[in-house]
């Protein structure tokens, strides 16, 4: 059987197979544990979960708009408004099977073979991959360790060529938990603006931020920055429901417009049950959005301690956001024999201490692993004990 070229150069997400690799060892019996995935460990909100049942007993059991129904998609606007100050109306928001497919949407409306995309690294392993996947070139601009994991401007500047379709931007970040500035935003898209470079702005950690704020979306620095800008958001992580797959995507109506079409020929609408989920999560009560971000934020505190006190082990940048940490390990490539880089830290310290952690070169963050604080802080004070007793036997 003949396999497409484009299919045959796709490779599956690293953070995916490695989560998956680790959960078939665990559940093979292996004493692991697990700091690798990138989902909240709390259930969705009940009256979130309440919703979702209701819906499943009397709502729609039948096919709807391709965006979603236009209530979750007028509660989509308003939620929009009242988060992120952004102006749209329901014709620019489209709802996807998360903020992954509203990302990949987004980037097949704008990617011909050849273009060029500005990624910056550290980044979430799935930008490349849909730009490849596209066609498009990834022209990637590293966010140094020592600058914060953060671009400077005259980095854009430089990257932007006449091939350049559009830049993706994070914030924060996966997988440093970077923190862009309302300042910063401001002074990025004013140069993306200039040079007529559409921004995806990737907001699906919004809501969990620690230091640092408010939160600014490129979306809402001008108007014109209104007009190349689409905003992609989601409710894994704030609504912890990554399961139950809902995403959006808003931004300019003619953009929105393709990719109704897009999604339309590709996979319809999302399960009317997620929208309901959606809907529930953004007109309930706010207060275990902040009660995660909390947790989250007592996590990362402990964490930011506990390992700064493992020889061989850095964490160069707290992250301000998110629930990622970046901790360097160069020390122990260094120290290890046969190991060339993060990927074999990764192996050893999955074989030794028995803690999955992602290495950083799926990231294009070589010299670091990725710890996920999506996790009880028992099991992050379990992580940390075992961390501390592996490394601690290479005498550093
Ligand atoms: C930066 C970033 N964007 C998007 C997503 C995708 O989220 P969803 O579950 O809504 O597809 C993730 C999930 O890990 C992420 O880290």
Known sequence: ???????????????????????????????????????????????????????????????????????????????????????????????????????????????????????????????????????GIGRIVVGESSRGFKVTPEQIREALTPKTRCIIFNNPSNPSGAFYTADEVRELTEICVGAECAIVSDEVYDMIIYEGGPYLSPAVVSDKAGELTAVVGGFSKTYAMPGWRIGYLAGPEPWIKKVIAFQGQATHHPSALSQAAALAAMTGDQQVVEEMRQEFRKRRDFLLDAISGIPGLSVEVPPQGAFYLLVGVTELVEALPDADGSNDVSLWLLEEAKVALVPGDVFGAEGFVRVSYAASMEDLERAVQRLEEAVGKLGL
Request: glycine content about 6%; hydrophobic content about 45%; cysteine-free.
């Open 1 to 135: 059987m003949h396999i497409s070229n484009r299919l045959n150069s796709l490779k599956p997400s690293a953070t995916v197979a490695f989560t998956e690799k680790a959960r078939t060892l665990k559940q093979a019996g292996h004493d692991l544990i697990v700091l690798a995935a990138g989902e909240p460990d709390f259930a969705p909100p009940r009256h979130v979960r309440e919703a979702v049942a209701r819906e499943a007993f009397e709502g729609v059991t039948r096919y709807g708009p391709t965006p979603g129904s236009l209530e979750a998609r007028e509660a989509l606007v308003e939620y929009l408004e009242r988060t992120k100050g952004l102006h749209v109306s329901a014709n620019q928001v489209i709802f996807s099977n998360g903020a992954k497919q509203a990302l990949f949407n987004a980037l097949a409306a704008l990617i011909d073979p050849g273009d060029e995309v500005i990624v910056l690294a550290p980044y979430w392993v799935t930008y490349t991959a849909q730009v490849e996947l596209l066609g």
